[in-house]
T-cell receptor, first 113, second 112 residues
Framework: GENVEQHPSTLSVQEGDSAVIKCTYSDSASNYFPWYKQELGKGPQLIIDIRSNVGEKKDQRIAVTLNKTAKHFSLHITETQPEDSAVYFC????????????FGTGTRLTIIP | EPEVTQTPSHQVTQMGQEVILRCVPISNHLYFYWYRQILGQKVEFLVSFYNNEISEKSEIFDDQFSVERPDGSNFTLKIRSTKLEDSAMYFCATERGQHGYTFGSGTRLTVV
């Protein structure tokens, strides 16, 4: 089955700087890669996703890049703000309908004011 | 923004007791899932449900677990005889296909 590795497990960044979180996946059939933000006591919230037919997607301060050949994808957050502090999970799936997500182990991002 | 609603938010139960966790999916969503997150660990897939039957289940989803959609609205996860190791956050998620998941805010299950 699919295996998703995520690094780093913790990341501290000065407010205003950029944060990068990286994930690798094992199953070449995976074609959908969402990123979730989880705040304390809440469920995962989708912040951005990318499908295998594109290499990069951006939404304001958040961007995701995908390298299918190397089987890795990354989350980039620019101009970080204190409210970006949370746990971030990457995930992979071989479909986006009736298909389970395999999650990475999470990154605890702390923005230092 | 439509939400997935889960109840209760927190449940404490004695080992060996049965628990039922409830989820109200977004109304036009077709696919339903339960995931589990043990404290401090990653989110793990338990089961997927489509067209009133299980589509896929993980190794975690053994005979103690069952799911159903009894009244066409609620989607439930039942644990027949809880164990200490069942203590976790349980998340319901639903999707319409090709539009990504929406997760509920979870039920924290504590087995004592």
């Amino acid at each position: 089955g699919e295996n998703v590795e995520q690094h780093p497990s913790t990341l501290s960044v000065q407010e205003g700087d950029s944060a990068v979180i990286k994930c690798t996946y094992s199953d070449s059939a995976s074609n959908y890669f969402p990123w979730y933000k989880q705040e304390l006591g809440k469920g995962p919230q989708l912040i951005i996703d990318i499908r295998s037919n594109v290499g990069e997607k951006k939404d304001q301060r958040i961007a995701v890049t995908l390298n299918k050949t190397a089987k890795h994808f990354s989350l980039h957050i620019t101009e970080t703000q204190p409210e970006d502090s949370a746990v971030y999970f990457c995930a992979a799936s071989s479909n986006f309908g009736n298909e389970k997500l395999t999650f990475g182990t999470g990154t605890r991002l702390t923005i230092i004011p | 923004e439509p939400e997935v609603t889960q109840t209760p938010s927190h449940q404490v139960t004695q080992m060996g007791q049965e628990v039922i966790l409830r989820c109200v999916p977004i109304s036009n969503h077709l696919y339903f899932y339960w995931y589990r997150q043990i404290l401090g660990q990653k989110v793990e897939f338990l089961v997927s449900f489509y067209n009133n039957e299980i589509s896929e289940k993980s190794e975690i989803f053994d005979d103690q677990f069952s799911v159903e959609r009894p009244d066409g609205s609620n989607f439930t996860l039942k644990i027949r005889s809880t164990k200490l190791e069942d203590s976790a956050m349980y998340f319901c998620a639903t999707e319409r296909g090709q539009h990504g998941y929406t997760f509920g805010s979870g039920t924290r299950l504590t087995v004592v």
